[in-house]
């Protein structure tokens, strides 16, 4: 079994910056992608941005330039750090990851979802 907790959720204000943790914890062989998707409210989830091993991060095009996702292997943390935000980036967010196991099945995970609200 294998558990998302997600972290760094606050109301900010529009310019400022947050850095969203999601940390993975249980029987993990590989973790072989992880994402940030966002849901705002009335829309659809949509994907921030990805991390696949051994390639480069894929962003959407609202949030380039702006966000940054990264990995720390060793804690099988996933970070994401978001800068200049703006009133649109108001969403939870939720962490995603494809992980597999010591029997090398892979399955697909959610956290539990972080609130951001960018307000003045």
């Known amino acids: 079994q294998v558990h998302l907790v997600e972290s760094g959720g606050d109301l900010v204000q529009p310019g400022g910056s947050l850095r969203l943790s999601c940390a993975a914890s249980g029987s993990i062989f590989e973790l072989v992608s992880m994402a940030w998707y966002r849901r705002a409210r009335g829309n659809e989830r949509e994907l921030v941005t990805r991390l696949i091993s051994g390639s480069d991060p894929a962003y959407a095009e609202s949030v380039k330039g702006r966000f940054t996702i990264a990995r720390d292997s060793a804690k099988n943390t996933a970070y994401l750090q978001m800068d200049n935000l703006k009133p649109e980036d108001t969403a939870i967010y939720y962490c995603?990851?494809?992980?597999?196991?010591?029997?090398?099945?892979?399955?697909?995970?959610w956290g539990q979802g972080t609130q951001v609200t960018v307000s003045s």
């Open positions: 995603h990851a494809v992980i597999r196991d010591y029997e090398r099945r892979g399955n697909v995970y």
